[in-house]
């Protein structure tokens, strides 16, 4: 052989070799992961599979009044969108789209990277691969869908539904897989390197078995299949009755069914429709019994969830329905498997619009068409369309682990919870060592009172600055020995990180006299947002004034700083390795003009910023400003360089400021007076700096993160 020649092909065939090695690490396994059922069976008239408006189209075609679909597809951002005879309500005409473009299945998978689905079985439905037609628009779908889950490295699996089945059929499947067998060589990876392996082999999915409906086969022809399928090299996963495990109610009474499931890998019961927020409770057990008698026979147990149910159009008016209560319901499934240890999970469905269990992006139900006498159900008007594939994504990464687990629904910036936080203040912002954006913050107590009495501390989280998680409280008032009688006052706080520990700081009163004696508490966790147990308080000398906002920087080298300030003063010193003890006395920071309170330290290029609130707003000129100053160390002396956010409209103070991927961010409260009292939240705004160091000024914008 050529030398060049083969020095040429080795990095080629290297390359492949890693390739392969990276699928096979990524997708082994459906532990970890959060998988959809993809449909995929929504045809146009023109979009060349010659099936018309199928799976549109109710008894009198696709038209106002005649609908198979619920729900209508948000189609705002896929490339090819087809006309229908509908109208939104300023008369313009509604378009939808066809799962046979590879445009459309491009975009869906790549919303499942964007939003963190591992990825999706693709279904084939017997009774549609037993006719010419319905093969061939499902190959095209299939093979869309292996090149989108290659480019978008997605988990693909293949996924049969023997609704349509009749005995004698168990070779339609059977036949099937071996041609896609030998058109994808699934076993060997490489042209569908993606391919979602389980115990070491290609999983492929048979969807109902064991109903007891009079479906015109049964527990023979299943396990025909199964045998088959083993034969073959495939692990298995089977779609089940809710009640498989006691063989009763929807369940074929036969303990065959049992010995089915047994060799198999993984069983999926079906949930759809069998429940609703309110009586999901007694769901519960069940659910937890499933799961141990799986682990007593060695079978693997997927819980499927789904965000809600709707047919009215496809069944007719007063047809069951489930309502999806803003996500409230969906996460109460996935919260709930989560919490038992859920290994994997299966979500219905990806883009089911004809029973309204559709997780991709949908019209609000003010933006769908007019429908005749009818309607369609739509996305919540509250949320954004994409809500329900971002709440699937942050169950994926708390089934990784890579965010905390929590019971409570998610917060998303979309969803608006600012009327929920309302009285959050004092940001606090920084980035840890798993690439999460932190804000730590002080809670008010809610109006009547107003914000004069803060009793608790929260902390919030994102990965995007888009999508933020409340972590809930941290600290309350009574968990302080040390604090007033009656709680209450507990200003901005700051946490630091240090020798695998987080250092949380929070002022709070000692006595009546808050001006004079305020201590600054220190709580320490392994956790960045649990788990706080309070320590004692920093001994700060005997010039204690108003102890209010404490900053603790850490420096390059590793060595920490500790600054308060409050009553026009703030000082600051080295903090002892210990970060709980001062290593000198506390020195007044000089060069700072017109200071108030709100001190924050960072450093960038080598200069160290100290960030501050005016008196501009106790001076009776309206609202506090954001300054800053800068020093070639830490402790000064500074040279004050001017404001570097100006308030509009409102009042605006304490301020921190951090740079998150490439980005320095400005984050503040803002403060409007109410009837209700002082209305605090925590906004943001984009910082950026000159060439010479400075900050850009920034008119306040009021960017509430939770807006």
């Given at each position: 052989?050529?030398?060049?020649?083969?020095?040429?092909?080795i990095?080629?065939?290297?390359?492949?070799?890693?390739?392969?090695?990276?699928?096979?690490?990524?997708?082994?396994?459906?532990?970890?992961?959060?998988?959809?059922?993809?449909?995929?069976?929504?045809?146009?008239?023109?979009?060349?599979?010659n099936r018309?408006?199928?799976?549109?189209?109710?008894?009198?075609?696709?038209?106002?009044?005649?609908?198979?679909?619920?729900?209508?597809?948000?189609v705002?951002?896929?490339?090819?969108?087809?006309?229908?005879?509908?109208?939104?309500?300023?008369?313009?005409?509604?378009?939808?789209?066809?799962?046979?473009?590879?445009?459309?299945?491009?975009?869906h998978?790549?919303?499942?990277?964007?939003?963190?689905?591992?990825?999706?079985?693709?279904q084939?439905?017997?009774?549609?691969?037993?006719?010419?037609?319905?093969?061939?628009?499902?190959?095209?779908?299939?093979?869309?869908?292996?090149?989108?889950?290659?480019?978008?490295?997605?988990?693909?699996?293949?996924?049969?539904?023997?609704?349509?089945?009749?005995?004698?059929?168990?070779?339609?499947?059977?036949?099937?897989?071996?041609?896609?067998?030998?058109?994808?060589?699934f076993?060997?990876?490489?042209?569908?390197?993606?391919?979602?392996?389980?115990?070491?082999?290609?999983?492929?999915?048979?969807?109902?078995?064991?109903?007891?409906?009079?479906?015109?086969?049964?527990?023979?022809?299943?396990?025909?299949?199964?045998?088959?399928?083993?034969?073959?090299?495939?692990?298995?996963?089977?779609?089940?009755?809710?009640?498989?495990?006691?063989?009763?109610?929807?369940?074929?009474?036969?303990?065959?069914?049992?010995?089915?499931?047994?060799?198999?890998?993984?069983?999926?019961?079906?949930?759809?429709?069998?429940?609703?927020?309110?009586?999901?409770?007694?769901?519960?057990?069940?659910?937890?019994?499933?799961?141990?008698?799986?682990?007593n026979?060695?079978?693997?147990?997927?819980?499927?969830?789904?965000?809600?149910?709707?047919?009215?159009?496809?069944?007719?008016?007063?047809?069951?329905?489930?309502?999806?209560?803003?996500?409230?319901?969906?996460?109460?499934?996935?919260?709930?498997?989560?919490?038992?240890?859920?290994?994997?999970?299966?979500?219905?469905?990806?883009?089911?619009?004809?029973?309204?269990?559709?997780?991709?992006?949908?019209?609000?139900?003010n933006?769908?068409?007019?429908?005749?006498?009818?309607?369609?159900?739509?996305?919540?008007?509250?949320?954004?369309?994409?809500?329900?594939?971002?709440?699937?994504?942050?169950?994926?990464?708390?089934?990784?682990?890579?965010?905390?687990?929590?019971?409570?629904?998610?917060?998303?910036?979309?969803?608006?919870?600012?009327?929920?936080?309302?009285?959050?203040?004092?940001p606090?912002?920084?980035?840890?060592?798993?690439?999460?954006?932190?804000?730590?913050?002080?809670?008010?107590?809610?109006?009547?009172?107003?914000?004069?009495?803060?009793?608790?501390?929260?902390?919030?989280?994102?990965?995007?600055?888009?999508?933020?998680?409340?972590?809930?409280?941290?600290?309350?008032?009574?968990?302080?020995?040390?604090?007033?009688?009656?709680?209450?006052f507990?200003?901005?706080?700051?946490?630091?990180?240090?020798?695998?520990?987080?250092?949380?700081?929070?002022?709070?009163?000692?006595?009546?006299?808050?001006?004079?004696?305020?201590?600054?508490?220190?709580?320490?966790?392994?956790?960045?947002?649990?788990?706080?147990?309070?320590?004692?308080?920093?001994?700060?000398?005997?010039?204690?004034?108003?102890?209010?906002?404490?900053?603790?920087f850490?420096?390059?080298?590793?060595?920490?700083?500790?600054?308060?300030?409050?009553?026009?003063?703030?000082?600051?010193?080295?903090?002892?390795?210990?970060?709980?003890?001062?290593?000198?006395?506390?020195?007044?920071?000089?060069?700072?003009?017109?200071?108030?309170?709100?001190?924050?330290?960072?450093?960038?290029?080598?200069?160290?910023?100290?960030?501050?609130?005016?008196?501009?707003?106790?001076?009776?000129?309206?609202?506090?400003?954001?300054?800053?100053?800068?020093?070639?160390?830490?402790?000064?002396?500074?040279?004050?360089?001017?404001?570097?956010?100006?308030?509009?409209?409102?009042?605006?103070?304490?301020?921190?400021?951090?740079?998150?991927?490439?980005?320095?961010?400005?984050?503040?409260?803002?403060?409007?007076?109410?009837?209700?009292g002082?209305?605090?939240s925590?906004?943001?705004?984009?910082?950026?700096?000159?060439?010479?160091?400075?900050?850009?000024?920034?008119?306040?914008?009021?960017n509430?993160?939770?807006?």
């Amino acid at each position: 052989m050529n030398k060049c020649f083969l020095i040429f092909l080795i990095p080629i065939l290297m390359f492949a070799y890693i390739q392969d090695i990276v699928a096979q690490k990524k997708y082994d396994s459906y532990k970890g992961l959060v998988m959809a059922g993809y449909q995929g069976w929504f045809n146009t008239p023109d979009d060349g599979a010659n099936r018309g408006w199928y799976h549109y189209k109710s008894k009198n075609g696709f038209k106002p009044g005649s609908s198979g679909v619920d729900f209508w597809a948000d189609v705002s951002e896929y490339p090819q969108i087809y006309r229908t005879e509908f109208k939104h309500k300023d008369g313009s005409p509604a378009y939808t789209f066809s799962s046979h473009d590879f445009s459309t299945v491009d975009l869906h998978f790549n919303w499942m990277k964007e939003y963190g689905l591992d990825g999706v079985f693709m279904q084939r439905f017997v009774g549609e691969i037993k006719n010419p037609s319905g093969k061939a628009h499902f190959n095209k779908v299939l093979a869309s869908a292996i090149e989108s889950s290659t480019k978008y490295e997605r988990a693909i699996s293949i996924m049969y539904d023997l609704s349509g089945m009749k005995s004698g059929d168990e070779l339609v499947i059977l036949n099937d897989i071996d041609e896609l067998n030998e058109q994808y060589q699934f076993q060997e990876r490489v042209k569908a390197p993606s391919y979602l392996f389980h115990n070491q082999k290609p999983l492929v999915v048979l969807w109902g078995i064991g109903f007891n409906d009079k479906r015109a086969y049964g527990l023979k022809e299943a396990e025909t299949i199964v045998e088959g399928l083993k034969k073959r090299g495939y692990s298995i996963m089977l779609g089940v009755p809710t009640y498989w495990r006691e063989l009763r109610s929807d369940t074929e009474n036969n303990e065959k069914l049992h010995q089915l499931i047994k060799k198999s890998d993984i069983v999926m019961p079906w949930f759809v429709s069998r429940y609703n927020e309110e009586s999901y409770d007694s769901f519960k057990s069940l659910i937890e019994k499933d799961i141990k008698w799986c682990k007593n026979n060695k079978v693997d147990y997927a819980p499927l969830c789904f965000p809600g149910f709707s047919w009215e159009n496809l069944k007719g008016k007063g047809s069951f329905y489930i309502d999806r209560n803003s996500g409230s319901f969906f996460w109460k499934q996935l919260s709930t498997v989560l919490g038992y240890g859920a290994e994997m999970i299966y979500v219905a469905m990806f883009d089911e619009i004809d029973e309204g269990t559709a997780i991709f992006k949908c019209a609000r139900r003010n933006e769908t068409p007019l429908n005749g006498n009818g309607k369609f159900e739509g996305i919540e008007d509250n949320l954004p369309s994409d809500y329900y594939l971002w709440l699937t994504g942050q169950a994926g990464k708390m089934l990784k682990k890579e965010i905390e687990y929590s019971k409570e629904k998610p917060i998303r910036l979309a969803e608006n919870p600012f009327i929920k936080h309302m009285y959050t203040a004092d940001p606090s912002a920084h980035v840890w060592s798993d690439g999460r954006l932190y804000v730590y913050a002080s809670h008010d107590i809610a109006p009547p009172r107003g914000c004069d009495l803060m009793d608790q501390y929260h902390v919030f989280s994102t990965d995007d600055m888009l999508n933020w998680i409340d972590h809930g409280e941290i600290l309350r008032a009574t968990d302080v020995s040390w604090g007033r009688p009656e709680g209450g006052f507990m200003w901005a706080p700051d946490c630091a990180y240090k020798n695998g520990t987080y250092y949380f700081y929070f002022p709070h009163p000692s006595g009546t006299e808050w001006n004079k004696t305020w201590k600054v508490g220190i709580a320490t966790s392994k956790k960045p947002t649990s788990d706080f147990v309070v320590q004692g308080y920093l001994e700060l000398g005997n010039d204690n004034f108003a102890m209010i906002d404490p900053c603790v920087f850490v420096d390059d080298d590793g060595q920490s700083y500790f600054y308060y300030g409050g009553g026009d003063r703030c000082a600051g010193a080295k903090l002892k390795d210990n970060m709980v003890e001062l290593a000198q006395p506390l020195v007044f920071m000089e060069g700072l003009t017109d200071f108030h309170e709100a001190t924050w330290v960072f450093k960038r290029n080598g200069i160290y910023y100290l960030t501050y609130a005016d008196n501009h707003r106790e001076n009776g000129k309206g609202s506090n400003r954001l300054n800053y100053a800068t020093s070639n160390t830490p402790l000064g002396p500074w040279t004050y360089r001017g404001i570097y956010l100006e308030p509009t409209g409102c009042d605006t103070s304490h301020g921190s400021v951090v740079e998150y991927k490439g980005q320095w961010y400005a984050f503040y409260h803002n403060m409007a007076l109410s009837g209700r009292g002082n209305l605090r939240s925590i906004c943001v705004d984009k910082l950026d700096f000159n060439p010479d160091g400075t900050i850009e000024k920034v008119e306040q914008t009021g960017n509430n993160i939770y807006k």
